[in-house]
């Protein structure tokens, strides 16, 4: 990995808290549970400094949990968690704008919002003239949305 990205520092590290002593089999025990904002950056196992942008991912087997930063999770599991750090860039900067297909996703099966705000936000995802009830719980859904993340070092 370039740019500072230090992928067999990354690998050793995830090797290390997984049960598998095998890359591709150790791959496979990790997902991820949550995303959060760091007040001060961090450093990511990697190596890798500063991250603002955590992603907590889990062991499913050894039930071990790390915050590593999205350009890991996106090379590590193949997940664009960017894409959801996005959405939220752009619902705080306009309250009324849409969260992207895979934040809405995330935020879903992270249980943040229910079956119905799901189906809204799909349906709705793509509207650029809502009506003003249809504005109106696109803000409160936004507003949940946000409100979910995590800020870290911030009391």
């Given at each position: 990995m370039g740019d ?48 603002v ?8 087997t ?36 849409s ?5 809405t ?51």
């Open positions: 500072g990205y230090n992928f067999a520092q990354l690998k050793k590290a995830i090797l290390a808290m997984s049960r598998a002593t095998d890359w591709e089999v150790a791959k496979k025990e990790w997902k991820l549970v949550g995303i959060s904002e760091a007040s001060e950056p961090e450093t990511c196992l990697c190596g890798h400094f500063p991250i942008e955590l992603c907590t991912i889990s062991n499913n050894t039930e071990r949990t790390v915050d590593v930063g999205n350009v890991c999770v996106k090379r590590f599991l193949g997940f664009r968690s960017d894409l959801i750090f996005a959405s939220l860039k752009r619902i705080r900067k306009d309250i009324t704008k969260v992207g297909s895979d934040a996703a995330f935020f879903y099966q992270s249980g943040i919002i229910n079956d119905w705000e799901y189906g809204f936000q799909q349906n709705t995802m793509r509207k650029r003239n809502l009506s003003p009830a249809q504005l109106a719980t696109r803000r409160k859904i936004n507003e949940k949305i946000i409100a979910s993340i995590g800020r870290r070092g911030i009391s």
